[in-house]
């Protein structure tokens, strides 16, 4: 992934994947099958691949995955996590900057970008410059016929989902301009040369799986280090979450509170899937 370097060491450093579930991969699958070759003989590139969980869960079903990823801690724990599948071929892992891929024109069957765009740096005046390059780089490596699936979360998700985020507002509101729009996202897709084909939004899916449901989860600091706004967070906003989770939890109330901020995710999800594809 290209992104800051600070929050790129801070990521992987503390295993930011490791909370991540694969969520979505038959949407994933199911995309790269419409491209015309047989979902089985699909080659598809794994852009910013981190630990390698959706890598892992896609493999089984596709013919060989290319995984990249800039932080070489990741991969390491990527080919781990993959060691029979390379051994056999079906993976090969390189470590680069997704907007310089190692490949050439027309070479895969789909690519997929989990929870990768937040990461990459953004610009003042919205132009998202970066995003650009990388989703060109996308469109270069890909098939003619062949689908780009990027799952992101949106800014509405990141406001309306995350029930511990109303913790610490500052620090999301800091955040959120990492989130391209999702209407920008469109455009720069088509600016590519991408025919945008949807989105889907997987509403049961919990990007840390049942660690969401955690009252007291933000007083752990391993709770926090796998997440991207928190790790953005200053000691003065984390101290005073923690002292309004204990304030809460003395009176009894933490159970409340969370119930209560989490009323609306089943409705909006926590992740988007923006399928688009090379004509």
Known sequence: MAMTG???????????NAATQSIGVNIISGAIADSGKTLGQAVVLDAGCGGGHYSKALIGRVGQIDAVDISNAQLAIAHRRLADEALDGRIRFHHCDIQALPFPDNHFDGVMANQVLSH??????????LHSR??????????RGSA?????????????????YNLIPDALEAYLPRIVPSARLVELLH??????????VPLD?????????????????????????????????IGNAEER?????????L????AKLDDRRPRVGQCTFFVARRP
């Open 245 to 253: 989770l204990r304030a809460m939890q003395r009176e009894e109330e």
């Open 120 to 129: 990459l740096e953004t610009d003042d005046n919205e132009k998202y410059a």
């Open 134 to 143: 990388v989703l060109g780089e996308f469109f270069r490596v890909l098939r």
């Open 191 to 200: 600016a590519a040369g991408f025919v945008f084909e949807g989105r889907t």
């Open 205 to 237: 899916a919990l990007l840390i799986g049942n660690r969401h449901f955690e009252p007291t989860g933000p007083l752990d600091p391993s709770w926090r280090r796998v997440d991207p706004v928190w790790t953005t967070a200053t000691m003065h906003q």
């Open 255 to 258: 159970d409340h509170y969370l």
């Open 148 to 164: 780009c699936v990027l799952n992101c979360t949106t800014q509405t998700q990141l406001r309306e989902s995350f029930w511990h």
């Open 6 to 16: 600070s929050l790129q060491n801070n990521l992987a450093a503390t295993g930011f």
